[in-house]
């Protein structure tokens, strides 16, 4: 799974591994061997995350990176909210990704940004995140954002050319016009219709 021509289609099949194979492992731990537990569930493997710094420019952040051993043809760039920080939306759903993606060989970096809510340095953040998976082989990405992160998404995307698909987990719309600079990358757009925080109607905006 790690030559996909199309990263969205990774993400489209990878739901039921995400929402039915167990719980979460705890990315702590050392590797666990794949295969079933004695009552049939399914058990992967799945590498640990590593927190380290990563140049930006002049300056330096912290990135969590799933790192999974031999060449990667595919990688994924994760970026937060307004807050900063590691912060996740949907249940952890980009540490679940990660450990799931890693499992199967498709590395994984959430960077955090250096100026939380400050969109130009921001997207700075994201393009060194996407230099560390050049590093790997990489030369296809999916680069996944939410609320503050849906502009992040949309103007790294129009500046790294290895990413062939936008994903936005409840995206806002300030600061979204650059995609209509997209040419060949796919988006696709999670929002629900009653969230209290970022209306759904930002989503639709952006399309």
């Known amino acids: 799974m790690r030559d996909i021509p199309n990263i969205l289609l990774l993400l489209l099949v990878s739901a039921p591994l995400l ?3 167990g719980a979460t492992a705890d990315p702590a731990l050392p590797l666990e061997n794949s295969g079933s537990t004695d009552d049939g569930r399914c058990q992967i493997s799945v590498p640990r995350f590593e927190e380290r710094t990563i140049p930006v420019g002049a300056s330096q952040t912290r ?3 799933w790192s999974p051993e ?3 043809d595919a990688g994924i760039i994760f970026v937060s909210g307004v807050d900063g920080g590691f912060v996740e939306p949907v249940d952890q759903i980009y540490t679940r ?3 799931r993606f890693a499992a199967r060989g498709v590395p994984s970096v959430f960077v955090r940004y250096r100026s939380p809510g400050e969109l130009t ?3 700075q953040d ?3 995140a996407a230099e560390v998976l050049r590093q790997r082989g990489v030369r296809k990405m999916a680069i996944a954002g939410w609320s503050f992160g849906g502009a992040v998404i949309v103007h790294s995307a129009v500046r790294i050319p290895e990413v062939v698909t936008v994903v936005g987990f409840a995206p806002q719309a300030r600061d979204t016009e650059a995609v209509a ?3 060949n990358q796919s988006i696709l757009l999670m929002h629900s ?3 209290e925080n970022v209306p759904y109607i930002s989503s639709q905006q952006i399309l």
């Open 121 to 123: 340095p921001s997207v």
């Open 63 to 65: 990135a969590k990176i």
């Open 181 to 183: 600079q997209f040419k």
């Open 126 to 128: 994201a393009l060194a």
């Open 70 to 72: 031999g060449d990667a």
């Open 193 to 195: 219709e009653t969230d």
């Open 19 to 21: 929402n039915g194979c």
């Open 97 to 99: 990704m990660g450990e």
